[in-house]
């Protein structure tokens, strides 16, 4: 398809353990964004990438979060030792331009830390 | 401090009726732009609406308008004519350079 896609859909996981979630961008979009959504909750901003600039990680809520972009395309979010609290639905958006300001958002990985 | 308000956790409309979705928010920046997304119960975040700062008439996208009030800092959702459909979650947004920020979201329930 020609959307923005995620994978997996769904993780379970015991804590502890390290996942990785990745984002597939709509082509030629050179901005990619993590948000993180936990239950009933709004977009909770984690890290963004534009072109071959460094990325802004401001929003990541620790260093057990990391991520990274190859070749200006698919970007994947690392957690390391997940604990219960990283339980959410972690959403990839990308955008071509922020002029108009339209992301376009995958469906989400969402992952349960037991 | 919160970038972003929405001060309606849940609404309900009467289907065919018209229904305002509050948003406010906090800059210094002069140029922003503002959103608003709708989240259905199958999570996809579905973009409705833009409003750039500069912008000298409020948005309209088919049933979708946003009444921009620049120096009350508020950017509220007009839904006219609800649907069914309508129902759902509801984010207002700001993007300050290339940094987007998303309220808490209001939640739309259309009854028939």
């Known amino acids: 398809g020609a959307g923005v896609s995620q994978s997996p859909s769904n993780k379970v996981t015991e804590k502890g353990k390290d996942v990785e979630l990745r984002c597939d961008p709509i082509?030629?979009?050179?901005?990619l964004y993590w948000y993180r959504q936990s239950l009933g909750q709004g977009l909770e901003f984690l890290i963004y990438?534009?072109?071959?600039?460094?990325?802004?990680k401001s929003g990541l809520p620790s260093d057990r979060f990391s991520a990274e972009r190859t070749g200006g395309s698919v970007s994947t979010l690392t957690i390391q030792r997940t604990q219960q609290e990283d339980s959410a639905v972690y959403l990839c958006?990308?955008?071509?331009?922020?002029?108009?300001?339209?992301?376009?958002f995958g469906e989400g990985s969402r992952l349960t830390v037991l | 401090a919160q970038k972003i308000t929405q001060t309606q956790p849940g609404m309900f409309v009467q289907e065919k009726e018209a229904v305002t979705l509050d948003c406010t928010y906090d800059?210094?920046?002069?140029?922003?732009?503002l959103f608003w997304y709708k989240q259905p119960s199958s999570g996809e975040m579905i973009f409705l609406i833009y409003?750039?700062?500069?912008?000298?008439q409020n948005a309209t996208e088919g049933r979708y308008s946003l009444n921009f009030q620049k120096a009350r800092k508020s950017a509220n959702l007009v839904i006219s004519a609800s649907q069914l459909g309508d129902s759902a979650m509801y984010f207002c947004?700001?993007?300050?350079?290339?940094?987007?920020?998303f309220g808490a979201g209001t939640t739309v329930t259309v009854r028939a």
């Open positions: 409003q750039g700062s500069y912008d000298q």
């Open positions: 990438f534009q072109g071959n600039s460094a990325p802004d």
């Open positions: 082509s030629g979009h050179t901005a």
């Open positions: 800059t210094s920046d002069p140029s922003y732009g």
């Open positions: 958006a990308s955008s071509f331009s922020l002029n108009t300001g339209e992301l376009f």
């Open positions: 947004a700001m993007r300050e350079g290339h940094k987007l920020s």
